[in-house]
């Protein structure tokens, strides 16, 4: 079922998660609605923080072009184990920021591995938008946000807006 996004600040989207042990049918579930609720954000990636729940688990689809067949990817354990010299800049944004967008600069290209649900070893390369995304989801398990890489200044600009954001939706 679709679960509540948290919005920061929130001490939690500031954790280290913990490496799942084994991948039990509970977190196989968690899986499925972090893609049900990353789909219907609508957004192209999704970390088990975001919906409060402090293990290492993302979940990924970046397929964009219309007709394309979406390529949902669910990352148990995920760690970059190389990345290029060559870096790329792009506008990111997060569900847990909403309507606030940044560049951030970032390796271009970068080799992950990862456990699949059924507990399979996984390596793959990925370029592009699929390597901003998976970074940007790995970060999330060690508690950065994307904000961390902006300006003191700007940071704290956005940190604000989020938190009257809240205190609005909390009175709503
Ligand atoms: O982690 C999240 O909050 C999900 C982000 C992932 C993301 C952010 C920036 C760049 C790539 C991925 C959401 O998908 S934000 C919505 C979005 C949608 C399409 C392209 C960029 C951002
Ligand atoms: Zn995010």
């Known amino acids: 079922m679709k679960r ?10 500031k954790k280290v ?15 499925d609605d972090m893609l049900e609720t990353m789909y ?18 993302i979940v990924v689809d970046c397929v964009k072009e219309e007709g ?7 990352m148990f354990n995920p760690e970059i184990i190389a990345s290029s010299d060559e870096t790329n800049v792009y ?18 290209v970068v080799d992950v ?3 699949d649900r059924d507990g399979n070893a996984q390596q793959e390369t990925f370029d592009g938008l ?16 994307f904000i961390d890489y902006l300006k ?4 704290q600009m956005i940190t604000r807006k989020m938190q009257k954001l809240k205190r609005e939706r909390a009175r709503a």
């Open 4 to 13: 509540n996004i948290l919005i920061h600040p929130d001490p939690r989207l």
């Open 17 to 31: 998660c913990a490496p799942v042990a084994d991948i039990t049918d509970e977190l196989r579930s968690l899986a």
């Open 40 to 57: 219907d954000a609508p957004g192209i990636g999704l970390a088990a923080p975001q919906i409060g729940v402090l293990d290492r688990l």
């Open 68 to 74: 394309e067949s979406p390529r949902p990817l669910i």
């Open 91 to 108: 506008e990111e944004g997060c569900l847990s920021i909403p309507e606030q967008y940044a560049e951030v600069t970032r390796p271009k």
């Open 113 to 115: 591995a990862w456990l």
């Open 130 to 145: 699929w390597a901003t995304c998976v970074q940007h989801e790995i970060d999330h398990l060690n508690g950065k946000l």
């Open 152 to 155: 003191p200044l700007k940071r």
